[in-house]
């Protein structure tokens, strides 16, 4: 087990460019959260999984901003249309839901785009 | 919903003294209460939960919290700090049902002075 992994950790864009981002969850999870952290502030949630299935989208879930876990493994968070208050660290947590559930989150480092 | 109130965004403390961080909370439903800590340059990582039984919960270096059910507080406080601890720590809730989902505060940034 070698934990939430995100990828990339950094990603400098210009206004207007599409970018994605890449998570792999704890391989047993069968949730998956993206949450959003800007200076000064703490995470906040954006969208959540369970295996497949998108199950709630935040209202700060712009238009731009997709989301997927086609197999229920990895998902992929991708902004198009790049705007400079989308600059943040996107952050990443998966948890098992179940009988053994502990109602415990486990977060990767994050992604911190910035876009000029 | 749920939401999340830390009150003190930085606490300077001398090291080896107390500290106390303030968390409170709102919600119509039961909940559970996390403390997350970020150390510089690291991801967020689990400190401590309530979940049932016990209202005063501990974790393994030294920091315990007491959930409060009428004053709606989970506060963090541990009895001697070291220059380890140094980190943005945050509270958090989520209700003992559904989706798990994690509403956070704005985070309190401990910092330890030799």
């Known amino acids: 087990d070698t934990g939430v992994s995100q990828d990339p950790r950094h990603k400098i864009t210009k206004r207007g460019q599409n970018v994605t981002f890449r998570c792999d969850p704890i391989?047993?999870?069968?949730?998956l959260y993206w949450y959003r952290q800007t200076l000064g502030q703490g995470p906040e949630f954006l969208t959540y999984f369970q295996n497949e299935a998108q199950l709630e989208k935040s209202r700060l879930l712009s238009d731009r901003f997709s989301a997927e876990r086609p197999k229920g493994s990895f998902s992929t968070l991708e902004i198009q249309r790049t705007e400079q208050g989308d600059s943040a660290m996107y952050l990443c947590?998966?948890?098992?839901?179940?009988?053994?559930?502990?109602?415990?989150?486990?977060f990767g480092e994050g992604s911190r785009l910035t876009v000029l | 919903a749920q939401s999340v109130t830390q009150l003190d965004s930085q606490v300077p403390v001398f090291e080896e003294a107390p500290v106390e961080l303030r968390c409170n909370y709102s919600?119509?439903?039961?909940?559970?209460l996390f403390w997350y800590v970020q150390y510089p340059n690291q991801g967020l990582q689990l400190l401590l939960k309530?979940?049932?039984?016990?209202?005063l919960v501990e974790s393994i270096n030294g920091f315990e919290a007491e959930f409060n059910k009428s004053q709606t507080s989970f506060h963090l406080r541990k009895p001697s700090v070291h220059i380890s601890d140094t980190a943005e720590y945050f509270c958090a809730v989520s209700a003992n049902f559904g989706n798990e989902k994690l509403t956070f505060g704005t985070g309190t940034r401990l910092t330890i002075i030799p």
């Open positions: 391989s047993e999870h069968n949730r």
């Open positions: 309530y979940l049932s039984g016990s209202t």
């Open positions: 919600s119509s439903v039961s909940v559970y």
């Open positions: 947590a998966s948890s098992l839901r179940g009988s053994s559930s502990t109602g415990e989150l486990f």
